[in-house]
């Protein structure tokens, strides 16, 4: 609350409480502080004792001749009917009486009696002006939250979108049926009334969905899922139905609801149960959905990251029937993303935009995007007018592996045991064949690691081999047999290490069939569900014999390449203690200096490829890039 709104308040109620005071003051006769029930009244005059009357309405105001009692007061006040018995009465006894004229049905009467009320819906009134006004907008539950783009505000097109060929292809169709929606319904074509946008986060499916509105030229109506949600029941509800309202008013538009997985999740699970918000609100917007044909010339599009975790009632026919997958971009695709990024900044001679691109594998158009401008900011820092390849490559090192930590005091035994650690992954890199090229080897901390090992792909990579799987362990484990061979110690730096390759270990075997003893079958399925509601606990489809045996292969699969990580970085020794000297030297080393390093190098006896058995069963998808990190 602001605090003017706060005077404000305060000011109100003081003179609301002013009021009060003061009307209970008028309000109460002075001379009437005696109250008497009326029979008593009646006794009084009938012994006389009463001198004059006052009747107003059903009250009677009185006094008595002389005190009565122990009161020295002769007023009273009593309330009872002024009936023709009494007046008789009171004829007879000589009392002196009169009616007020202004009595209850006055206005001053009223106004008095009425006040507070009054008073109190000002207040209100009032309070709820300065909420609007203050932007909190607490009171405006129902309306929904949608921006509308009109067609001359959306300028994005699909020039912008760039690197999702076959998705802009997909949407072409709905384009041209935006742009001219009898040419279809005259000749009884149905267009999908509902499009669901599918892909990993930051790939362009918000970007995408507003360059069709653009390109077609109509109304975009945008919400997120989230938007919905609300702390009240039913608002939600509500906003859905004043979104179509509105959308029916401005067809033909697209309605774009981003994020759908915020409402759009399985009914009927998660910890809160039954009818929730959420649940009434995805009940009326596939009732908005079935209400109106698909020529009506509204097309509900939207965006997810988990179209797995969606109901199944939205993806029925005539709802979100057509899906249109958004990927990660390939090399081809990030370069022309990383084109449409740098259309407006100047870039050196030097810039090779599909190198960048080829050394980028995993990322996403955001990330590209992010890339570009860090690029520029780094560029200008240092007062250059165009953009160079050396911007590009500090921009990539602060985007995979954050920034450089200069001022973090490291002991030199920590420093020795994090350029051993890291000379231990390199040198088992590059001595695998099969596994990635080194990229960068640095003991400079970064973010949260000590030290960081990158590797990157020559090519995207979208299954992955058994062997390349197990060179991955084997890289990764190569930091924590460097420190055992030469410190004879164990570290904690090398814990992330060890929980990416029981990670991958445990995949293996669980879910891309790659252990011979357990064979190939999947399980455990729907454990990466536990925290979105779908499943309370984890699914556990197997017996305790076979979990034994699972644990047993995740660890045979563990050792056997910490072993061979191990055997190794033994059998090259030399090399390992010369590159861990230059890392502490240099603190940096690039994968060209490493080759150098290593072919300079003669090695003692032929290295024996620790490869007996280069199968390449089983195929899985996995991000390509892969960095060791040590905190
Ligand atoms: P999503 O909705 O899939 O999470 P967005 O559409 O919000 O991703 O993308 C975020 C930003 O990343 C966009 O504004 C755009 O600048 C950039 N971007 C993402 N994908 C692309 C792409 N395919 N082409 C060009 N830019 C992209
Ligand atoms: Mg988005
Ligand atoms: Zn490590």
Redesign the pocket.
């Known amino acids: 609350m602001n605090s003017q709104l706060f005077k404000n308040l305060v000011l109100w109620l003081v003179i609301f409480v002013a009021i009060i005071a003061l009307y209970q003051l008028v309000h109460t006769p002075r001379t009437a502080t005696l109250e008497i029930p009326y029979s008593e009244f009646l006794e009084y005059v009938d012994k006389g004792d009463v001198k004059e009357l006052e009747f107003k309405g059903e009250q009677i105001l009185g006094e008595f001749s002389s005190p009565v009692g122990e009161s020295s007061e002769t007023g009273f006040k009593t309330v009872g009917p002024a009936s023709e018995d009494l007046l008789k009465t009171l004829e007879e006894k000589g009392v002196s009486f009169k009616f007020d004229a202004n009595k209850e049905g006055s206005l001053t009467h009223i106004l008095l009696n009425w006040a507070p009320l009054i008073l109190l819906i000002v207040i209100m009134v009032f309070f709820m002006r300065q909420l609007q006004a203050g932007g909190t907008k607490a009171m405006s539950f129902g309306k929904n939250k949608a921006r509308m783009l009109s067609e001359n505000q959306n300028k994005i097109t699909f020039k912008?979108?760039?690197?999702?060929d076959e998705a802009k292809e997909e949407v072409q169709e709905i384009v041209e049926f935006l742009k001219s929606p009898k040419k279809f319904t005259k000749v009884g074509g149905r267009i999908p009334k509902g499009i669901l946008?599918v892909?990993?986060?930051?790939?362009?499916?918000?970007?995408?969905a507003k360059a069709i509105a653009g390109e077609a030229g109509v109304p975009f109506f945008i919400i997120s899922g989230s938007d919905f949600v609300e702390m009240f029941v039913g608002v939600g509800a509500s906003r859905v139905r004043d979104l179509f309202a509105q959308a029916k008013r401005h067809a033909p538009c697209i309605v774009f609801v981003?994020e759908l997985d915020a409402v759009g999740r399985h009914r009927g699970a998660g910890l809160g149960g039954g009818h929730d918000e959420r649940e009434q609100t995805l009940n009326q917007l596939l009732v908005e959905m079935d209400g109106f044909e698909s020529n009506e010339g509204i097309i509900v599009m939207a965006?997810t990251?988990r179209p797995d975790v969606l109901d199944p009632a939205l993806l029925r026919p005539g709802r979100f029937d057509r899906q249109v997958v958004?990927p990660r971009?390939d090399v081809r695709?990030r370069e022309?993303?990383l084109k449409?990024?740098s259309r407006n900044t100047p870039l050196d001679s030097d810039v090779e935009l599909t190198v960048i691109a080829r050394s980028t594998p995993g990322f996403?158009?955001?990330d590209?995007?992010n890339l570009v401008n860090e690029s520029a900011l780094h560029a200008a820092r240092q007062n250059r007018a165009k953009i160079s390849m050396q911007d590009f490559e500090f921009a990539k090192d602060k985007v995979i592996m954050g920034v450089e930590r200069k001022s973090m005091i490291i002991s030199d035994a920590e420093r020795k045991i994090t350029a051993y650690h890291e000379a231990g992954h390199a040198l088992v890199a590059k001595l695998t064949p099969g596994t990635d090229p080194i990229h960068k080897v640095t003991i400079i901390p970064r973010g949260m690691a000590l030290g960081v090992t990158q590797q990157l792909p020559i090519e995207d990579r979208y299954t992955l081999s058994r062997t390349s799987l197990n060179g991955t362990i084997m890289v990764l484990l190569g930091g924590r047999a460097a420190e055992e061979i030469v410190f004879s110690e164990r570290t904690s730096g090398a814990g992330n290490d060890l929980d990416r390759v029981t990670d991958i270990a445990r995949r293996m075997v669980c879910e891309w069939g790659m252990s011979e003893k357990v064979g190939p079958v999947t399980f455990g399925k729907g454990e990466e569900q536990i925290f979105l509601g779908k499943e309370i606990s984890k699914s556990k489809d197997y017996s305790e014999e076979t979990a034994i045996e699972i644990d047993s292969e995740i660890r045979s699969i563990v050792t056997e390449n910490y072993n061979k990580a191990k055997t190794t970085l033994e059998d090259n020794i030399d090399l390992l203690h010369k590159l861990a000297g230059m890392l502490l030297d240099k603190e940096v080393i690039d994968g060209k200096e490493l080759e150098e390093l290593v072919s300079s190098h003669k090695p003692q006896k032929d290295y024996p490829s620790p490869w007996q058995n280069p199968t390449t069963e089983g195929s899985v998808a996995f991000r390509s890039s892969n960095n060791s990190e040590d905190a």
Do not use: C, M, Q, Y
Request: charged share 15%; no cysteine.
């Open positions: 912008d979108v760039a690197g999702v946008l892909g990993p986060p930051g790939t362009g499916k918000t970007l995408l981003d965006a990251n958004v971009p695709g022309e993303i449409v990024h996403s158009g955001a590209l995007e």
